[in-house]
């Protein structure tokens, strides 16, 4: 089969990683193998240059890599967003390459810790039609951290094809399994172990996006001893604050849909969630739903259980 391929989405969290292998051919994608393992040392950049570190991760890669198909060899690899650098700004229509160009690196020049060529930027100039204004989203990583997990793959089986913000992949996915249902404005709220990322997608493109803690400055809650009901009301506050930004920068003010994914996602705070809303539909995401799977029962097991964790991972093989 000439047009037949092996890929590989793999998404290093902050506590486990994640990898989904999947056939392609002919333009569609068959997933054939989930896995999961726990990371014995949070993966944040703090534990960079820790060398003792990059054989204990690449022999789970390569621990995991057994159950791929002997063929697979290039990875696409995802991270945590909080590890890079991530701003976004509303721009005039009319605003040129060169000008937003200029206005990326005075941002920088404001909030970069360490000097600008330590740092791989990148951005994307988002055009919305049926808003007034376009957006701007520009991210930073550190070169070390790049060259860190280069080492990690480089210690293992498998080869870095690419790497991206486990937040872009995510929006990748949903856009795949709810292309027809992203008309005006949904929210992806991520309920990860680390804490609670959340993006607007307009007409499903992306427009604007925020990491918060379970916690507060004066409440140390962790997810586990949050309430259902006080997560929902948590997630419906900072929605109702990003939705406001909307209205400012673009003037798009009611909110659509909200999909719920991440290892903390369930039933039930979808359920509250809905309770608040007055005009957005609340789901859970099945990332999945569109797409053939031919599983072994402990790949399959692990998909029922954890599906709305796989968003980002299967991000990474779109």
Known sequence: MANESIKLGIDLSREKIRFIEAEEWNDRLNITCTVQELLQKPFEFAVVGDEQLVPEISSLIDKAAESFHEHASEARVCIDR??????????????????????????????????????????????????????????????????????????????????????????RALVRAYEDKLGGVSALVDLSGSGIGYALLVDGQYAISTEKSYATASDQTTADELSAQDLAAKVNSELKGLIEYLEEELGISNLNHIYICGEKAGREIVSELQGLQLTAAVDMVEPFQNV??????????????YAPSFLSCFGMIL
């Open 82 to 171: 909080r590890l890079a650098l991530k701003k976004t700004f509303a721009v005039d229509k009319r605003l040129s390459t060169e000008a937003i160009s200029k206005h990326i690196e005075w941002e920088l020049e404001q909030t970069l810790i360490a000097p600008r060529d330590e740092y791989n930027v990148g951005f994307e100039h988002i055009v919305l039609p049926t808003a007034k204004n376009d957006i701007v989203v520009f991210a930073a990583v550190r070169k070390a951290l790049v060259s860190y997990i280069d080492r990690i793959f480089k210690t293992s089986r498998l080869t870095l094809k690419a790497l991206d913000i486990d937040l872009f992949a995510s929006i």
């Open 292 to 305: 053939h799977r031919q599983l072994n029962i402990e790949s399959q097991m692990l998909m029922d259980e």
